[in-house]
């Protein structure tokens, strides 16, 4: 059984993989994440 994942390390996954479909490229894509959840604050913060 795979160890358990937290729910931001999912979701940040989850938003990687869909962004690598589309035209940006891996390395624009994480910064693209980073700036969103940056100005939307979606994601609680983890001590």
Known sequence: ?????SRR???L???LKY???TR???QDSE???ARMLDSKKVLPKVP
Request: a positive charge; proline letters at 10%.
């Open 31 to 33: 910064r693209a994440i």
């Open 9 to 11: 390390a999912r979701k």
């Open 19 to 21: 962004f690598s479909k």
């Open 13 to 15: 996954e989850c938003l």
């Open 1 to 5: 059984m795979p160890p358990k994942r």
């Open 24 to 26: 940006y490229a891996q």
